[in-house]
């Protein structure tokens, strides 16, 4: 069973920084695409970045230049640095984790809250 454990949300003013954590364990990290989601009320959950197994990165365009994603394969980590905070950067952040060669797999983390405002 794959467990997560997400930290680093909270309340910043805009232009601050946050660094969420993501610790993933319960399931090899080869093979996979880890990243970083989020849902803001009243809309629908979005992608964020990600980051493949590989070391292959992925960002969403309102967050491109702002936020960077890593992956650490020995501390099975997934690290957001989101900088440069806007307040439509609020929303609950979740950590994904995917496999999509056999067998594949998805799981999520329970998610946590940042919030951008002054």
């Known amino acids: 069973q794959v467990q997560f454990v997400e930290s680093g949300g909270g309340l910043v003013q805009p232009g601050g920084s946050l660094r969420l954590s993501c610790a993933i364990s319960?399931?090899?990290?080869?093979?996979?695409?880890m990243g970083w989601y989020r849902q803001a009320p009243g809309k629908q959950r979005e992608m964020v970045a990600t980051?493949?197994?590989?070391?292959?990165?992925n960002y969403a365009n309102s967050v491109q230049g702002r936020f960077t994603i890593s992956a650490n394969n020995a501390k099975r980590t997934v690290d957001l640095q989101m900088d440069s905070l806007k307040p439509e950067d609020t929303a609950i952040y979740y950590c994904?984790?995917?496999?999509?060669?056999?067998?594949?797999?998805?799981?999520w983390g329970q998610g946590i809250q940042v919030t951008v405002s002054s």
């Open positions: 319960g399931t090899a990290f080869s093979a996979t695409i």
């Open positions: 980051v493949t197994s590989g070391g292959t990165t």
């Open positions: 994904n984790i995917r496999r999509v060669v056999t067998p594949t797999m998805s799981a």
